[in-house]
DNA sequence: AATGAATGAGTTTTCATTCAT
DNA sequence: GATGAATGAAAACTCATTCAT
């Protein structure tokens, strides 16, 4: 979570204006992380992300109006920080697979490293729908526009949609639920990115 | 949500004995799939499933132990019917691809036709993970299975495993919350099916 | 508070069914009286009300919906009993001045009886300024046919019109204040209904 | 609110020392009496306070002990406000009726200017009782003086006391609220205080 | 079996007041 | 004097669960 709290706090006008008050934010957020991602939002309590902040309780009201507001901060923290690691692992030109490789690979990195990720965005469904929906429909956008450009490029068949933007995007996530979430590092990111790379490259049929 | 109380019950040792039970309990089975459906599990409440129900609120407890049973029995359920109705789509013998997209379009179907699904699953992961995490690993098992087979019979290419049955419920899924779940049927599921299937069967590289 | 459960529950559709329900609903509004009377409405807690009915704290929220609603029935009912108390004094027909006399006389015995009143409408006008709004024009209404009628006989003069209904409103609240609320008892209620009828009658110019 | 800064910060030996100082206890008393005329004292809040007097939540603090203590300030101001605006239109020699009448109008006129009187006066019955019961007591005794001046003046009846006061503050009061408060200038002042001098002078009943 | 009243632990939220800068 | 962050006690309210009838 290196930025964030710029964009969160003006959504808030309760932005702090010292610098022990920004200090204040930043605990209160990744206190807030944690706490979601252990227990989820409804077993969160307020006073537990206070106390794992170190703050008073009444503190948390200086800087989110409820729990639902910082819950939705997050999401959208998490959401960007997902595809900012996306985005920080394709700064080279590459072909148009091994961009699709590279970013599942990236990403079951991150999920490694942020288990919460999973937990907080799928509870999104349920405190948040609108940045749930957001939060897909962006990244769906992105890799249909990369399918574009590789349809462009001569490197993909003609005819991809945005159904195959969400076909893409499952594998993905599942795949990092399998292998990111519930798994004690069996497979590498980069084995399980070379697999689906394979199935996204040529499927599953016998070539006759 | 045509059978499952003989089993639910069982699991409850609350079975009802007279008829008149039984008609309770399939109420409150019914009511307790809408109200999760529409508010979730922490916003439904006891109440309001009897209310909709139509019993007193005492009477919740004759048949489940807590609101806990009530959810965990319901996600036994779906999750059941959701297999269910990919198996009765795959009676006869088919080519392996063609069972694929037959149980994806049973699926989209299905869940066209009962959108609370997702929710009740999804929020498993955070009532219940245990049978979120068995709902998909059965899943999963089921699509390997089928994938072994096709392996057998020559129509897979040979090396396949886990990780693609999690690779091919994630595009699934995924398409089934794109295009039964948020769409107003401006794809039908055999369409959304037919285009996995080619996704499935070669991919998306332009073949050389 | 003889009556009013029935109009009061009514309006709740919180309604007790049964016997015992009928009795706790009486325990809270007796004892929110007397909480609101001696300590006002803010200083006053729900906690208070149900130790003081001798009820578990949720059960308050059988009954009423919130703080408001308790006090919003609590008014009403005040305000009925007043208004009660002075159409019982005035059963079988009298001249209009006496009429004016029985009332206040049995406004101020029934303030002495029930000094929480005062306390309990004049809160009103911040907790819930429309009841306490209708509760004088509602007074002044009746005081003004009485005039009327007055005229009518010939016992009053002509021309009296709303603010003189207004006017001896405020006379009356304001000798129950002193007399029933603030006083030990100097003065008996028959008295101050005599002398203050005098100066209605006559008022206190000396006569040429 | 002309005046009373000096005599309230005596009160507080919180006595602002710089000009800089005497400008913000003054923009705090404002803002405090537009805040609970508005909203009440329980409603109003010490941000919404500083907030509408522009100076910083800690500031309040520099000039009040509490929230009580400014509100006993402004009762205090209020209240004083009230008599002056009396004392103002009493400065010639009148007969003693005509100054009735002088008083009542006055006071309409300045209940009309600052509606807020009302609730913050009203409110005292309920956050500082006693200043409550002696604004009320120190007016029933002036107008008890002035009666015992017009009945030595042979102008009144003899046999004239407190009660007397008390139900001509009570009239005056009732229809300032009726007509000061609660209407948009139907009668004027001067209409109703000539109404209520009439009735004061005279009484309602027919004479013989 | 059914009913609906009773229970009370647990949570969010508010805000007067204090304090460090 | 001014600022605004920090504090924590206090209170309303919810609701799963129990229980008497």
New binding site residues.
């Given amino acids: 979570m290196e930025r964030g709290e710029q964009a969160i706090a003006t959504q808030m006008d309760?932005t702090?204006?010292?610098d022990?008050?920004r200090?204040?934010l930043r605990k209160l957020l990744d206190a807030a992380a944690a706490e979601f991602g252990e227990n989820g939002f409804h077993?969160?309590?307020?006073?537990a992300i206070t106390a794992r902040a170190g703050?008073?309780?009444?503190?948390?009201?200086?800087?989110f109006?409820?729990?639902?507001a910082i819950f939705r901060a997050l999401v959208g923290d998490m959401s960007e920080a997902v595809k900012r690691a996306a985005r920080e692992a394709l700064t080279e030109p590459m072909p148009a697979l091994d961009i699709e490789r590279a970013a599942l690979s990236a990403f079951l990195r991150f999920a490694t490293e942020h288990k919460e990720i999973y937990r907080i965005i799928d509870e999104a469904e349920f405190v948040d729908p609108q940045s749930y929906r957001e939060h897909y429909e962006t990244i769906a956008e992105r890799i249909l526009e990369r399918l574009r450009e590789g349809e462009k490029a001569g490197e993909y068949k003609s005819g991809l949609e945005e159904a195959h933007a969400w076909a893409i995007m499952g594998m993905n996530v599942f795949l990092g639920l399998r292998y990111a979430i519930w798994s004690d590092g069996e497979k590498s990111p980069d084995d399980v990115a070379r697999l689906a790379n394979d199935l996204l490259a040529s499927g599953i049929s016998k070539e006759k």
Wanted: overall charge positive; hydrophobic content about 25%; aromatic content about 12%.
């Fill in positions: 309760k702090p204006r010292t022990r008050g200090r204040t077993e969160a309590s307020i006073s703050v008073a309780l009444g503190s948390f009201y200086t800087y109006d409820s729990k639902d």
